[in-house]
């Protein structure tokens, strides 16, 4: 039991690049959610998906798309990277009633 | 918008209690308290909640005033391992979705 996994743990792209962060949970989660962190900030929420099929906007989506490929899989794209999106991102999971969200070990991306 | 105001730093001795204060004055009636804590930059790890009684875990207590305004998380004897950022959250409701708003927390160092 994994729990939920990121991948990759590091990458750096150029300014215009895109790339695509995966995030896989094992936990039978119906909501997904992610994260960006900036140094010395707490997390702020980029999109959720509160059930298989379904996302949502959160506080800072622009820039990003994202996926809800099924159950186990809710991944993140940037098109076209840029600077302002260096930060380390992280996804989490929660079931439809449970009361902790579970953390992945997170996503260091660095846009030069 | 971060709905909690915590202390920006805080040092504690080892083996002693660690009181750690939050305030979330405009907190709604049906939104509980949620304790995250995030170590080296690691995925955020969830400690406690409440709605407006006292809890107590394994891992720490959380002590909610009568008026909901503030609350404190109670480490009772902290360890060196205990060294984090520590997140007091609101947990809010988006229709009938809820989620996590994180402010910046309080940086812990527990000292020998």
């Known amino acids: 039991n994994a729990g939920v996994t990121q991948t990759p743990k590091f990458q750096v792209l150029k300014t215009g690049q895109s790339m695509t962060l995966q995030c896989a949970q094992d936990?039978?989660?119906?909501?997904m959610y992610w994260y960006r962190q900036d140094p010395g900030m707490g997390l702020r929420l980029i999109y959720y998906?509160?059930?298989?099929?379904?996302?949502d906007k959160g506080e800072v989506p622009n820039g990003y798309n994202v996926s809800r490929l099924n159950k186990r899989e809710f991944s993140l794209r940037l098109e076209s990277a840029a600077p302002s999106q260096t930060s380390v991102y992280f996804c989490?999971?929660?079931?439809?009633?449970?009361?902790?969200?579970?953390f992945g070990p997170g996503t260091r991306l660095t846009v030069l | 918008d971060a709905k909690t105001t915590q202390p920006p730093s805080m040092d504690c001795a080892e083996g002693r209690a660690a009181n750690l204060p939050c305030n979330h004055s405009?907190?709604?009636?049906?939104?509980?308290v949620y304790w995250y804590r995030q170590i080296h930059s690691q995925g955020p790890q969830y400690i406690i909640h409440?709605?407006?009684n006292n809890e107590t875990n394994e891992m720490a207590s959380l002590i909610i005033t009568e008026d909901r305004k503030s609350s404190t998380l109670i480490l009772p004897h902290a360890t060196l391992r205990d060294t984090a950022v520590y997140y007091c959250?609101?947990?809010?409701?988006?229709?009938?979705?809820?989620?996590?708003?994180f402010g910046t927390g309080t940086r812990l160092l527990v000292s020998p």
């Open positions: 405009t907190i709604s009636g049906n939104e509980y």
């Open positions: 989490a999971g929660t079931g439809q009633f449970a009361d902790e969200q579970f």
């Open positions: 936990m039978n989660h119906n909501s």
């Open positions: 998906s509160a059930s298989e099929g379904t996302t």
């Open positions: 409440g709605l407006k």
């Open positions: 959250i609101v947990r809010v409701w988006i229709g009938s979705f809820q989620k996590l708003v």
